[in-house]
Every structure is written in C-alpha cells, then in structure tokens.
C-alpha cells in the first residue's frame, strides 16, 4: 500500500513511519521539519498548507495517514491563531487536494482532548457534565469538578467514543475541528476515515525542553537538568499514559481498518493503555526509573487543564485488533 505520511519527523510520526515500512507499506514521509537523524524511510520538507505541494504528494496514495500538527496546550492566547493555521487551515488544505487526487482512505491523529473534562456521575443526579473549572476554586485547592445541579463531588469515569465533544482550550478545538473536516471529507467522497483519540503519548524521542510538550516530557527534561517534576494540583489528577509504540501500532491497525469502514464515514477511536494513573504516580515512575530526585507536589494550576480524563481502549480492541502493551512502569525503563 502507498501511504503518504503527513508528520514524519515527529515524535509520533517518526515511530507510525518505521512501523509502517516494516509491516510492508510504501510509505512517503512528508514534514515541515525533515529531520535527517531518524531511522525509517526518508521524509521530504513540505508544508500541509501549501496545495500544489500536497498535490503533487498525494498522485497515486491508496491511504493518507495525517500525524502533521501543531501539539501542546499553547502557552497563551497569541498561540491561537498558530493552531487553527496550522491544524485547521492545513488539514483542510489538505484533505481538499486528497479528494481531488482521488484519495479515499484517511487516518487521523486526534486527541482526547476533544472529550474536555471527562465522564463524572454524581450519587444523587447520575452522570453530570461538570462546567470549567474556576480559577477562584482552583486558587483555593479545590481541583475536583462538582455537580453542576448540587455541587456534591463527583466520581470520574472512563470516556467512550460516544461521549460528547467539550474541547477547553485552542489545541482542542482545533483537534475537534480537523475530525469535522474529515467527516465532511468522508462523507463527500465516499472515503473512510479513522481518527485515533490518543491518550497521553511518552517515549523516546519526545520533545523536549518545550513548554508545548506533555506532562512526561516535561518531567523528563526536569530530570536530565537533576531538578525534581513539578507536579502540579495535588498530583491525584488522572491520565492515561500511553507508549508510542503503542500508538505506532495503532496507526498501522487503522491504515488496515479503513478498508473495511462503509464508504462515507469516520471511526473514532480512544488510543490508550486502558491502565490510568495518577500524574503523582507518573513523576515518581519517572523519579525512580531516572534515578533523580523525588517530585515535589505544587498546588500550582493551569486553567486549561481538564482534571481527570481516562479512557475506555475496548472499541479499538474490537474493531481494530488494537491492544496497548507496554505497562508505564515498563515504559518509562525506555526513557532512561
Ligand atoms: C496532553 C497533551 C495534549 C495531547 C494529550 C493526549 C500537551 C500540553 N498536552 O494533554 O496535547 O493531545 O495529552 O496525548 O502536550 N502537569 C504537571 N506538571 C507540569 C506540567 C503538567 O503536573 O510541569 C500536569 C497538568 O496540570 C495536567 C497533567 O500534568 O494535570 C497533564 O498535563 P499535559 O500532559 O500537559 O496535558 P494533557 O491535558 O494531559
């Protein structure tokens, strides 16, 4: 299978590559940044919003696996229109010139932040979607969401693909958006498309140093510098950590599955390890495996930041044939 592969170079995009070639595929690497010390297939420089490029690229591809993004939580609001250039604009430049070029499978790299806060049910009014958190309870060390009818506290549940879309912040929206475009672009032209809901992705070759990079990434760094993770509200805030060569393995799941998706539609899937821990639980991890010192828990919020979002893995298991493997305690061994 010819695939063109948007975010090559990435820390995400580089893994999906190797895994790619090595299961068979033909695979066409493209990246605004070609870096040149990567294993896998050569990456070529191309920039998503440019559509006489993405023309010229996507001449003969049977699958479009699009991994290209601006990533991260954005540091303020002049980020903002950086993510829609970018994410929203270049998908749809992109997903235009796949149609033109007569391309009818699409695998998309989303996000569990289109998901906002995550599942919470309440003893008394069931399950309730809680508001934004405010900065005066946050101030206040009151991280967990409340009831919306009777502000009792809630107990948090795993997210299904059926959940309602809440994005809190411009990187989310952005991901929510591009999983329109696709949509549209499945249903206008007959194709299928899958879009991957990753969980928080660690491993080699994260970034670093980046206030753009995730929580692992962050700590990561710390480490290397010898200072301690700053773990940030009470460190009992909960994700679902997830190796990326796990979601490598995913994406290749999902190059296949678009063969079989009825014409017309898009298939969303959470990647994720289906084990959430505690971002308390991953500094120590981290600590220990690094050899560096113990995490030192802040108090210190920031408004974007969902409280808990933890997944269901069961329909990528069942319609994919996907199943993560690495365990965290395992997984952070790989960053060592
Ligand atoms: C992360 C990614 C998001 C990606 C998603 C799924 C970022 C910024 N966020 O979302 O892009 O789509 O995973 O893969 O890349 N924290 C600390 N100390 C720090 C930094 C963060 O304790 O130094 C805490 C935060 O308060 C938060 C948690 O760690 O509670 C996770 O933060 P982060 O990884 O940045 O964001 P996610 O919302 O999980």
């Given at each position: 299978?010819?695939?063109?592969?948007?975010?090559?170079?990435?820390?995400?995009?580089?893994?999906?590559?190797?895994?790619?070639?090595?299961?068979?595929?033909?695979?066409?690497?493209?990246?605004?940044?070609?870096?040149?010390?990567?294993?896998?297939?050569?990456?070529?420089?191309?920039?998503?919003?440019?559509?006489?490029?993405?023309?010229?690229?996507?001449?003969?591809?049977?699958?479009?696996?699009?991994?290209?993004?601006?990533?991260?939580?954005?540091?303020?609001?002049?980020?903002?229109?950086?993510?829609?250039?970018?994410?929203?604009?270049?998908?749809?430049?992109?997903?235009?010139?796949?149609?033109?070029?007569?391309?009818?499978?699409?695998?998309?790299?989303?996000?569990?932040?289109?998901?906002?806060?995550?599942?919470?049910?309440?003893?008394?009014?069931?399950?309730?979607?809680?508001?934004?958190?405010?900065?005066?309870?946050?101030?206040?060390?009151?991280?967990?969401?409340?009831?919306?009818?009777?502000?009792?506290?809630?107990?948090?549940?795993?997210?299904?693909?059926?959940?309602?879309?809440?994005?809190?912040?411009?990187?989310?929206?952005?991901?929510?958006?591009?999983?329109?475009?696709?949509?549209?672009?499945?249903?206008?032209?007959?194709?299928?498309?899958?879009?991957?809901?990753?969980?928080?992705?660690?491993?080699?070759?994260?970034?670093?140093?980046?206030?753009?990079?995730?929580v692992a990434?962050?700590f990561?760094?710390a480490l290397?510098?010898?200072?301690a993770p700053r773990v940030?509200?009470?460190g009992?805030?909960?994700?679902?950590?997830?190796?990326?060569?796990?979601?490598?393995?995913?994406?290749?799941?999902?190059?296949?599955?678009?063969?079989?998706?009825?014409?017309?539609?898009?298939?969303?899937?959470?990647?994720?390890?289906?084990?959430?821990?505690t971002i308390g639980d991953l500094a120590v991890a981290l600590a220990?495996?690094?050899?560096?010192?113990a995490p030192v828990v802040?108090?210190?919020?920031?408004?974007?930041?969902?409280?808990?979002?933890?997944?269901?893995?069961?329909?990528?298991?069942?319609?994919?044939?996907?199943?993560?493997?690495?365990?965290?305690?395992?997984?952070?061994?790989?960053?060592?």
């Open positions: 299978m010819k695939v063109l592969l948007t975010g090559a170079s990435g820390f995400i995009g580089g893994q999906v590559a190797s895994v790619l070639t090595a299961s068979g595929h033909h695979v066409l690497g493209l990246d605004v940044r070609p870096s040149a010390d990567r294993a896998g297939p050569p990456v070529t420089e191309a920039d998503i919003r440019d559509a006489i490029a993405m023309a010229e690229h996507l001449a003969g591809v049977d699958v479009l696996v699009h991994q290209a993004a601006r990533v991260g939580l954005g540091v303020d609001l002049d980020d903002m229109p950086g993510y829609a250039d970018t994410n929203v604009t270049g998908t749809a430049v992109l997903l235009a010139a796949a149609a033109r070029a007569g391309v009818r499978r699409l695998v998309l790299a989303s996000s569990m932040v289109v998901y906002g806060e995550g599942g919470y049910a309440c003893s008394a009014h069931g399950d309730v979607r809680p508001g934004p958190r405010t900065p005066e309870d946050l101030q206040a060390g009151r991280f967990e969401p409340r009831c919306p009818d009777c502000g009792a506290e809630l107990t948090h549940r795993r997210v299904a693909e059926d959940a309602p879309p809440d994005p809190r912040n411009a990187y989310a929206t952005t991901k929510l958006a591009q999983e329109h475009l696709a949509a549209t672009w499945a249903r206008e032209t007959g194709g299928a498309a899958v879009a991957l809901r990753y969980h928080n992705v660690y491993g080699p070759g994260m970034p670093r140093d980046t206030p753009y990079a995730g990434a962050i990561r760094s290397a510098r010898g200072e940030f509200e009470d009992r805030q909960r994700r679902d950590f997830v190796h990326v060569s796990d979601v490598a393995r995913a994406n290749m799941c999902a190059v296949d599955a678009t063969a079989g998706l009825p014409p017309g539609t898009l298939r969303a899937y959470n990647v994720a390890s289906g084990r959430p821990r220990t495996a690094c050899g560096g010192p802040t108090g210190e919020f920031r408004l974007g930041d969902v409280r808990h979002i933890v997944a269901t893995p069961d329909r990528a298991t069942r319609e994919l044939g996907f199943t993560a493997h690495t365990d965290l305690t395992e997984g952070v061994r790989s960053l060592t």
